[in-house]
């Protein structure tokens, strides 16, 4: 099947789903929050190829996690990507999952999960249970009356602070999105956690011109060491001019609805030396607008210090 042809099978169908890895999907499906009249099973369109390209590396959304993280390429250039892929899941899943399966990862909210309970994103208007319920994995940055979930995919971070571009297909044609607005915040429609239409398929990712081939630093910290969520992440990327900063890039998981990029920290450090202080004033500057809840309060201390550490060990200051 060619990918119009699985765009067109399920754009016929009220309820129906594309298939790839199913990591997530088949989750799902279990536990009765999806129930899908139709898959399409796309793993044999051409779709797998990692390539350098005139601007960059294109990614087929096809690919798998484990195929992308241990690339040559993926790992000379953008060693990133390859740190937080291999901070997801457990080796199984990540021989399974695909790239675009990851993208559309669904978040891990008990309340999301649980069809007992209300929850805006699975039923819109049943009410969100996290907001007076058991939210300590949940948002500080972006979230709403409606919805204080988060994204859980440890890849979205890295691709968010690469500044990737998403390629989509569709029955009017191609499009592409920067990677940093296919995401949703989720605002009055929760149910919406990204721009993609239903009929439209993901294609590939491509990054630019490798920028940070070093000093750069996926720091995960969570419950446990293996295939558990993140509670905070942080993606650091710099450009190194012997001690001092020629440019950063930091993006947070596990704290909002989408990956959470802190441009303003990043450009406090633009120019800056590589020391602990010019770190800690960023980190300050990225809890700007965070808001906790009742069992979170703690993500308010430890996402800065995630920030300070990150910055530490991507720019090689062990004091």
Request: hydrophobic share 40%; glycine share 8%.
């Amino acid at each position: 099947m060619e990918s119009a042809g699985a765009i067109r099978a399920v754009g016929r169908e009220g309820n129906a789903h594309f298939l790839a890895g199913g990591t997530n999907l088949i989750d799902l499906m279990k536990m009765g929050v999806v129930t899908p009249e139709k898959l399409v099973d796309i793993n044999h369109l051409p779709l797998k190829r990692i390539e350098k390209t005139a601007t960059g590396l294109r990614i087929g959304a096809l690919c798998s996690n484990s195929e992308v993280a241990d690339h040559p390429l993926v790992l000379r250039e953008y060693p990133l990507l390859s740190l937080a892929l291999n901070a997801g899941a457990s080796p199984q899943l990540r021989n399974m999952a695909t790239v675009g399966g990851n993208m559309m990862q669904r978040t891990r909210c008990p309340y999301f999960f649980d069809t007992a309970m209300p929850c805006n994103k699975r039923v819109p208007g049943s009410g969100c249970g996290a907001l007076e319920g058991y939210n300590r994995m949940h948002a500080i940055f972006g979230a709403s009356d409606k919805c204080i979930a988060v994204n859980p995919s440890d890849m979205n971070v890295a691709l968010t602070a690469l500044e990737a571009t998403v390629h989509l297909q569709g029955p009017r044609g191609e499009r592409r999105l920067p990677f940093a607005e296919f995401h949703r915040l989720p605002g009055d429609t929760p149910e919406k956690d990204n721009m993609l239409e239903k009929d439209e398929l993901i294609t590939a990712v491509t990054l630019p011109a490798a920028r940070f081939p070093e000093h750069v630093h996926y720091l995960k910290i969570r419950d446990r060491t293996s295939y558990a969520f993140a509670l905070v992440s942080v993606a650091a990327a710099l450009q190194m001019d012997g001690g001092n900063i020629r440019e950063a890039r930091l993006v947070m998981g596990g704290v909002a609805h989408k990956p959470w990029r802190l441009t303003a920290a990043e450009s406090f450090l633009k120019g800056k030396s590589a020391n602990e202080e010019n770190f800690r004033q960023a980190a300050q500057m990225a809890m700007q607008g965070a808001k906790a809840y009742a069992y979170n309060q703690f993500k308010l201390t430890l996402a800065p210090n995630a920030v300070v550490q990150a910055l530490k060990t991507a720019s090689g200051i062990t004091a």
